[in-house]
T-cell receptor, first 112, second 112 residues
Framework: DAGVTQSPTHLIKTRGQHVTLRCSPI?????VSWYQQVLGQGPQFIFQ???????GRGNFPDRFSARQFPNYSSELNVNALLLGDSALYLC???????????FGSGTRLTVV | SQQGEEDPQALSIQEGENATMNCSYK?????LQWYRQNSGRGLVHLIL?????REKHSGRLRVTLDTSKKSSSLLITASRAADTASYFC????????????FGKGTHLIIQP
């Protein structure tokens, strides 16, 4: 079975632009979470979606938005990019009742 | 914001020695999880311990949890060069709305 897949792996954008990151959870998993990891820090929670509905949101500005599609894949959108948005963006799939997560390899976003 | 801190921030030991990392957190939790990250890529789930558990083992890993002190430790026995990575603890407060809250991580280097 494929794990959590994210695309693209790397991305370079200019300040003020918009970016869309994509994630496919493990087949059959209905929950997707997004995290931002700035260099040297631990990941920070952005969103959690379950069955296409937003179930949780971290402390991020409204420039960040997400959605989940009927096939449970998800997109993370960031508008009006700032230099500080440069980070590794991680998508995670929640498994079972244990609450453990499987993470994708991430999208490294560089804003210049 | 970060939930807590891992200690130490960096640890370098000889292959074959045991490595111990500590994690402190601030709020009540449903469970605590440990993840490994190689070279700034995706996180790999290592072990999950519930709030009503005090110790858990998985292969060469041993995790303890002291909810009265809001702390956890991860012990890796008989370390190998392949264990070189960053290790993060993450707390789950339950419900999914807040996602996982990660610490800043411990960077472990195993010297051959």
């Amino acid at each position: 079975d494929a794990g959590v897949t994210q695309s693209p792996t790397h991305l370079i954008k200019t300040r003020g632009q918009h970016v869309t990151l994509r994630c496919s959870p493990i087949s059959g998993h209905k929950s997707v979470s997004w995290y931002q990891q700035v260099l040297g820090q631990g990941p920070q929670f952005i969103f959690q979606y379950y069955e296409k509905e937003e179930r949780g949101r971290g402390n991020f500005p409204d420039r960040f938005s997400a959605r989940q599609f009927p096939n449970y894949s998800s997109e993370l959108n960031v508008n009006a990019l700032l230099l500080g948005d440069s980070a590794l963006y991680l998508c995670a799939s929640l498994w079972g009742r244990e609450g453990g997560y499987t993470f994708g390899s991430g999208t490294r976003l560089t804003v210049v | 914001s970060q939930q807590g801190e891992e200690d130490p921030q960096a640890l370098s030991i000889q292959e074959g020695e045991n490595a111990t990392m500590n994690c402190s957190y601030k709020t009540s939790i449903n469970n605590l999880q440990w993840y490994r990250q190689n070279s700034g890529r995706g996180l790999v789930h290592l072990i999950l311990i519930r709030s009503n558990e005090r110790e858990k083992h998985s292969g060469r890993l041993r995790v303890t949890l002291d909810t009265s002190k809001k702390s956890s430790s991860l012990l890796i026995t008989a370390s190998r060069a392949a264990d070189t990575a960053s290790y993060f603890c993450a707390t789950d407060s339950g419900g999914g709305a807040d996602g996982l809250t990660f610490g800043k991580g411990t960077h472990l280097i195993i010297q051959p």
